[in-house]
């Protein structure tokens, strides 16, 4: 089999499970399976693949059939032009949250400080801003301990564990340390809207990271109510909120003496993330 035929038998397979970017997908698996770049096996369409490169190419395709999330079967996902270790314990980072660190590096740029991340994840947003903040030193924290363990493969990778500190705890639970910048992509969907995800999402991202709450907004006045306590005077407050929720946690803000400093739109012109200094 060539590789024309294997994308077409990949396409195909991903096409009768409602896979909606079947084409896209196989030619991406077909590239990690050969690991050659997808550019190449495009201009090699007559290559012949052998059957052992074939057999683990199908491995692939059943779990993309699954819906299983590309980032996930890659263990890898490209942020901020930089590639991050992710797996199924922590969010996949998105084009979103890219903006948010986009917007503080706008604010911090060529400045000495020091970072909280909430919630970090596979760590990209204090990874990615530590990256350009060259003066600069971070603290992430997530309550799971796998997510952690990405984390620290990731500060590891971009040579960073003298500048973040990374701990498995909940930001509850910190005392004693006062911050710069807090930074957070907090769980900001309703406990009722999560049913409503794509497969990819539901099936396969930790639901202990997209769960907000009843309103969606529990971890959001969580964070701001803590932040408070943690923030220097004049410190700033960055957080990621879902579509919609920015009247509710800009009156939350104000009323816990945070004054809003920049918004951010998606794509999509929609609200996404909030930054405030505290009073």
């Known amino acids: 089999m060539n590789t024309l035929e294997a994308i077409k038998f990949g396409s195909n397979l991903l096409k009768e499970k409602k896979i909606l970017s079947y084409i896209l997908d196989a030619e991406l698996l077909l590239s990690k399976t050969l690991n050659k770049s997808r550019e190449k096996i495009l201009t090699n369409l007559d290559e012949d693949i052998e059957k052992k490169k074939f057999n683990i190419f199908k491995e692939y395709l059943l779990r993309r059939s699954k819906n299983e999330p590309i980032a996930y079967i890659f263990g890898k996902k490209e942020f901020w032009s930089k590639s991050f270790d992710v797996n199924k314990h922590t969010l ?149 909120i879902g579509n919609e929720q920015i009247t509710k946690v800009s009156k939350i803000l104000t009323n816990n003496n945070f004054r809003v400093i920049n918004i951010i739109k998606d794509y999509k012109n929609n609200v996404r993330c909030i930054i405030a200094n505290y009073k």
């Not at 991340?117 to 990256?131: A, Q, R, Y």
């Open 92 to 240: 996949i980072p998105r084009p979103e949250t890219e903006l948010l660190v986009e917007g503080l590096l706008k604010i911090f740029k060529g400045k000495k400080i020091s970072i909280l991340d909430i919630g970090t994840g596979s760590g990209c947003i204090i990874v990615s801003l530590l990256i350009n903040l060259r003066q600069s030193i971070g603290i992430g924290i997530d309550v799971s301990k796998k997510a952690i363990l990405m984390a620290k493969k990731n500060v590891a990778r971009y040579k960073l564990n003298n500048r973040i500190k990374l701990f498995n705890k909940s930001f509850e639970n910190i005392f004693g340390k006062k911050f710069d910048l807090i930074v957070s992509n907090p769980p900001y969907i309703e406990r009722k809207a999560i049913k409503n995800l794509s497969e990819d999402i539901k099936k396969y991202e930790p639901i202990m990271a997209l769960d907000g709450g009843n309103d969606g907004l529990d971890l959001i006045k969580k964070v701001i109510y803590k932040s408070k306590d943690i923030l220097k005077l004049n410190g700033t407050l960055a957080l990621e």
